[in-house]
């Protein structure tokens, strides 16, 4: 199982149900040395992890397989990447991130 944090909609038990068939139980943590931006994509404003030195975002930490970690990069689409981060727990983690 690998974690992954999440910050915006992966957060919403409907989207859960919909990529995964599942309610994802989560753990809360933080992401140390990112903060919250938007971005556009088509007609919709989504929330975006940004670097910044000493910001922070809350969130959820999730387990998800690699069959699901594959279904959340084709919803995150090209806008966002995922990359390893260190988490405020010390756990390290996959986040979306617009760089």
């Known amino acids: 199982m690998e974690n992954l944090f999440a910050y915006g909609t992966l957060?919403?038990?409907?989207?859960?149900?919909?990529l995964f068939g599942r309610t994802l139980r989560g753990k809360s943590d933080t992401l140390i040395d990112y903060t919250?931006?938007?971005i556009t994509i088509g007609d919709h404003v989504y929330s975006s992890a940004v670097i910044k030195q000493g910001g922070?975002?809350?969130?959820?930490?999730?387990?998800?397989?690699?069959?699901?970690?594959?279904?959340?990069?084709?919803?995150?689409?090209?806008?966002?990447?995922?990359?390893?981060a260190k988490l405020a727990s010390g756990l390290e983690s996959w986040v979306y991130a617009s760089l």
Request: charged content about 40%; glycine content about 4%.
């Open 11 to 18: 957060r919403d038990e409907r989207v859960q149900q919909q």
């Open 56 to 84: 922070q975002i809350n969130g959820l930490v999730f387990e998800l397989n690699t069959e699901e970690l594959e279904i959340t990069d084709k919803y995150e689409g090209e806008k966002y990447k995922r990359i390893k």
């Open 36 to 38: 919250l931006s938007s």
